[in-house]
T-cell receptor, first 116, second 115 residues
Framework: AQSVAQPEDQVNVAEGNPLTVKCTYSVSGNPYLFWYVQYPNRGLQFLLKYITGDNLVKGSYGFEAEFNKSQTSFHLKKPSALVSDSALYFCAVRDPYNNAGNMLTFGGGTRLMVKP | ETGVTQTPRHLVMGMTNKKSLKCEQHLGHNAMYWYKQSAKKPLELMFVYNFKEQTENNSVPSRFSPECPNSSHLFLHLHTLQPEDSALYLC??????????????FGEGSRLTVL
C-alpha cells in the first residue's frame, strides 16, 4: 500500500526567508510524486511533479522539490518566501505499477504561514 | 481556470432535500473523481470513474450517488444528508493510460452546508 506523511501541521516562516515543507512517502516501487497548493475556498492547484530523471524538480511560483530515494522524501522548497505563499500544501504519491486503480494518495496537508 | 468547472460553488440544504453537484472537465481527460474535504481531516476519495465506468467506491454512504454520463461530466446526487456531510466537495480529472503520469486537475469545489 502507498502512503504519504506530512509531519508538520503548520510551518511558519518570515517573508524573504527560505521555506521547506516536508513530505515522506512509502510505496513499493519507484514513485510518482506531486505537490499541490490550496488557497482558501479554492480547489487544489498542481505545483510540480517528480516522475523520473533529475532529483530536483522546478514548478510554479518559484517552488521546487527534491526527490531523495534513500530517505523516501520529497520536500517542497522555495528560496525566498512571499506572504502570498501562505496556503495549504499537499504532497501526493502514486505507484505507477499498481494496477489496482489510478490512485493518488494525499498527505494530510501542511499549512504554510508567511509573516511580513 | 483549471479546466474543471464545478457548480454550484455553494449549497445549503436541509436533511430532507435532494440536490446535485455538477462537474464538467474541458481537458479531454478520461477519468474523473469526487473527493470530500472536511475541516481537520485528510482528503477523502469518494468515487473514481475511468472511461465512464465506476472503478472506486470508498465505502461511501448510499445517500451519495454518483453519475457519470460521459467522460466530460460527473454528478454527485445528494439525498437525506446529515449535518456531518457538510464539507467542501472537490471534483478532479486526469488522463489515464500508458505513458501518462496521472496528475489530477481539480475544480474549485462545492461548499456544502447541511442544516
Amino acid at each position: 500500500a502507498q502512503s504519504v506523511a506530512q509531519p508538520e501541521d503548520q510551518v511558519n516562516v518570515a517573508e524573504g526567508n527560505p521555506l521547506t515543507v516536508k513530505c515522506t512517502y512509502s510505496v513499493s516501487g519507484n514513485p510518482y510524486l506531486f505537490w499541490y497548493v490550496q488557497y482558501p475556498n479554492r480547489g487544489l492547484q498542481f505545483l510540480l511533479k517528480y516522475i523520473t530523471g533529475d532529483n530536483l524538480v522546478k514548478g510554479s511560483y518559484g517552488f521546487e522539490a527534491e526527490f531523495n530515494k534513500s530517505q523516501t522524501s520529497f520536500h517542497l522548497k522555495k528560496p525566498s518566501a512571499l506572504v502570498s505563499d501562505s496556503a495549504l500544501y499537499f504532497c501526493a504519491v502514486r505507484d505507477p505499477y499498481n494496477n489496482a486503480g489510478n490512485m493518488l494518495t494525499f498527505g494530510g496537508g501542511t499549512r504554510l504561514m508567511v509573516k511580513p | 481556470e483549471t479546466g474543471v468547472t464545478q457548480t454550484p460553488r455553494h449549497l445549503v440544504m436541509g436533511m430532507t432535500n435532494k440536490k446535485s453537484l455538477k462537474c464538467e472537465q474541458h481537458l479531454g481527460h478520461n477519468a474523473m473523481y469526487w473527493y470530500k474535504q472536511s475541516a481537520k481531516k485528510p482528503l477523502e476519495l469518494m468515487f473514481v470513474y475511468n472511461f465512464k465506468e465506476q472503478t472506486e467506491n470508498n465505502s461511501v454512504p448510499s445517500r451519495f450517488s454518483p453519475e457519470c454520463p460521459n467522460s466530460s461530466h460527473l454528478f454527485l446526487h445528494l439525498h437525506t444528508l446529515q449535518p456531518e456531510d457538510s464539507a467542501l466537495y472537490l471534483c478532479a480529472s486526469s488522463q489515464e493510460g500508458q505513458g501518462t503520469t496521472g496528475e489530477l486537475f481539480f475544480g474549485e469545489g462545492s461548499r456544502l452546508t447541511v442544516l
